[in-house]
């Protein structure tokens, strides 16, 4: 259990674990000293507990929403010519495509999304992420 979180930290580069007061306290220390002891097979992590976050104003908002027409990325190619061309999809396009993407896998809330890429684009991993968090 414990090697298995300790890989998945590591192949994600995962360097900030945040915890709660209670489990902080509860994890292990370095003998005689008050740091957290670092766990076979998992990266070297700073641990932060949430509840010392500073509170939220009572008079804070969130930002407005954007519009769906709004630009949510730019997706870059070439030209056979070698010039660089830019396509500007909107949020609306986006938001469309993770619904289509949900169709027609059948996605249901709780399955497992695993991603792969081109590795000349990132825009299919956005893709997966926004579909998994459409669900």
């Known amino acids: 259990g414990g090697q298995q979180v300790g890989f998945l930290l590591n192949s994600l580069s995962i360097s900030v674990a945040i915890t709660s007061d209670i489990t902080a306290k509860q994890l292990p220390r370095e003998e005689g000293k008050d740091h957290i002891v670092h766990f076979k ?13 500073p509170r939220v104003p009572r008079d804070w908002n969130p930002p407005p929403r954007p519009s769906p027409d709004t630009t949510a990325y730019i997706e870059f190619t070439t030209d056979k010519d070698g010039s660089t061309l830019g396509v500007t999809v909107t949020r609306s396009a986006l938001l469309t495509h993770c619904r289509v993407l949900t169709t027609a896998c059948h996605y249901r809330e709780g399955e497992v999304l695993v991603c792969t890429e081109d590795a000349k684009r990132s825009i299919g991993l956005w893709h ?3 579909a998994a968090g459409y669900n």
């Open 128 to 130: 997966g992420v926004m």
């Open 41 to 53: 097979g998992w990266p070297r992590l700073t641990w932060f507990v949430a509840e010392h976050l």
